[in-house]
């Protein structure tokens, strides 16, 4: 004899031979678009953008350019140094505002971030408060974002909010405060890696475009992408009866090529070399083509042999100890089968292990979203992870971000 579930408390049975119809379930509310954990993680965020201006207020005082100062430098001032210049003048001038030449190798930017500081200008007469307010705004959305990719490794756990903790708080997170390009890419590639985890392809393919942008690195994402698409089981039944297909989804998978493209196009128009933004990180920066090996080895020699200022070459330290980091992370994935994030860090290691030397890999840590996860969802199941990776960090940050705000090379 069958048996029947027991009908649910305040409902009615109804008999099979009833006119009367049970009544629709109701449908539920939607999700809103901020939960309460999206809510702790803004809280967290600006927390930490309170600890930055705080460190950035006690560099002027503290560390003048000159040591015997009675004022201190003004208040923007901590963050305008290094690659804000060239963001600067790419938004203020454009690339060639004297005609195509290799005057000071802004070329070499992307120009993502300089046509979203534009457009903020308009509004933003400062130009240093608007490069401040578009990583306000994007170091949000960037946190936000992590903290649900994070969940989803771990759904009911405390490992979004770990993931964006550590990320907020990691050594080189002072470029997330300043008008640099690191959390605009990290504003659209974050939303495009989780709306591609939804298999959401067209949003995911838009946003990565997005981020192309910004960076090189959206090549990276979208090469991930194409590798999750392969990597994903065919569309549910249901998503195909709405008429999306999988060749459809998969035709969308090329837009992020399409802004690198343009800018290469704009880049051969006015010099005859679609490459100039690679030749100008050559001559730069150094970024000459060379052998993993031969890249280590230079690396090394300015790191210990004592043929750079102290600063520089506490950098290369840095650099080296972030390229061992990402080595082992990239063991962890592909031991794991997490292929397309592993393709997205080997190709974010290849371009920055093959140069001269290297430059800005510890910087370049802060767009290695698999490493944030994997240290979240390690500290949920391991307490101990939590407490040591603040304690190690902790100094590493703020030694970085007055590094930086006092005007010295931080990467």
């Keep these: 004899m069958p048996i029947s579930a027991p009908p649910s408390p305040g409902h009615t049975p109804v008999r099979a031979d009833s006119p009367v119809r049970p009544a629709p379930v109701a449908a539920p509310p939607p999700t809103p678009r901020l939960r309460p954990a999206d809510r702790e993680v803004l809280w967290l965020y600006l927390l930490t953008r309170v600890a930055v201006w ?20 003004p208040v923007l001032a901590p963050f305008e140094h290094w690659d804000w210049g060239h963001f600067l003048n790419i938004a203020r001038d454009g690339y060639f505002p004297e005609g195509p030449g290799e005057g000071d190798n802004r070329e070499a930017f992307f120009p993502g971030l300089p046509l979203v500081l534009r457009a903020v200008h308009v509004l933003i007469p400062h130009w240093t408060v608007a490069g401040l307010l578009v990583s306000l705004v994007a170091g949000a959305v960037a946190a936000v974002a992590l903290a649900r990719i994070a969940e989803l490794h771990l759904p009911g756990s405390r490992a979004g909010r770990r993931a964006a903790l550590f990320l907020l708080v990691s050594p080189c997170a002072v470029f997330l405060a300043a008008g640099y390009s690191e959390a605009l890419f990290l504003a659209l590639a974050l939303p495009a890696w989780l709306a591609a985890r939804r298999q959401r392809w067209l949003l995911a393919s838009v946003l990565a475009a997005g981020a192309t942008t910004v960076r090189i690195s959206g090549l990276f994402l979208a090469a ?9 089981p065919t569309t549910p039944p249901t998503r195909r009866d709405e008429g999306t297909s999988r060749k459809r989804d998969a035709a969308w998978l090329v837009l992020p090529g399409l802004p690198a493209l343009l800018y290469f196009w704009y880049l051969y128009g006015r ?3 679609p490459m100039a933004w690679k030749h100008a990180q050559e001559r730069g920066w150094y970024r000459h083509f060379r052998a993993p090996w031969e890249a280590w080895s230079q690396t090394w020699h300015e790191a210990f042999d004592r043929t750079q200022a102290t600063g520089y070459a506490a950098q290369f330290q840095a650099d080296l100890l972030a390229m061992v980091l990402g080595l082992l992370l990239l063991g962890v994935l592909l031991v794991r089968r997490r292929w397309p994030e592993a393709v997205y860090l080997a190709l974010t290691l290849w371009a920055l292990g093959t140069s001269y030397w ?30 040591a990776y603040l304690c190690l960090v902790a100094p590493l940050s703020t030694v970085l971000a007055i590094t930086f705000m006092s005007g010295r090379w931080a990467g």
């Design 358 to 387: 290297y430059m800005s890999v510890a910087r370049s840590t802060l767009l290695w979203w698999p490493l944030w996860v994997g240290l979240a969802v390690w500290s949920v199941r391991r307490r101990w992870v939590a407490i």
């Design 271 to 273: 010099t005859g070399d």
């Design 54 to 73: 705080t460190t950035a207020y006690c560099t002027r005082w503290l560390f003048p350019a000159s040591g015997d100062a009675r004022v201190p430098a």
């Design 224 to 232: 991930a992408l194409v590798v999750l698409f392969l990597t994903t």
